[in-house]
Nanobody, 120 residues
Framework: VQLVESGGGLVQAGGSLTLSCVAS????????MRWYRQAPGKQREVVAG???????NYADSVKGRFTISRDNVDNAVYLQMNSLKPEDTAVYYC???????????????WGQGTQVTVSS
């Protein structure tokens, strides 16, 4: 399963960006899709997650500013980021977990990452 992210870039503090991630390949079902980020010198951390059923979770640092959404038909996930802060600067990664086939093996795939830079 391949994940392709897009939408990163350079933005001023207070600005907005929307990240996109599309999963493709031999997919029966995608369960949870998540966005992670990794800033220089820091560990990768989960930013937001969304299950097929619509349950969401967010890191405390982004609650009220970021919104995760998905398109179950196209196996896509989006991250709308508003009121961006310099501390949001990081490489953002998409993660998807699901099944290759009904009752079959699972996958846990990652995208290549997209850089988000927020200037002060």
């Amino acid at each position: 399963v391949q994940l392709v992210e897009s939408g990163g870039g350079l933005v001023q503090a207070g600005g907005s960006l929307t990240l996109s991630c599309v999963a493709s390949g031999n997919i029966y079902k995608v369960n949870t899709m998540r966005w992670y980020r990794q800033a220089p010198g820091k560990q990768r951390e989960v930013v937001a997650g969304l299950t097929t059923g619509g349950s969401t979770n967010y890191a405390d640092s982004v609650k009220g500013r970021f919104t995760i959404s998905r398109d179950n038909v196209d196996n896509a996930v989006y991250l709308q980021m508003n009121s961006l802060k310099p501390e949001d600067t990081a490489v953002y990664y998409c993660n998807a977990r699901g099944y290759y086939s009904l009752g079959g093996p699972t996958f846990d795939s990652w995208g290549q990452g997209t850089q988000v830079t927020v200037s002060s």
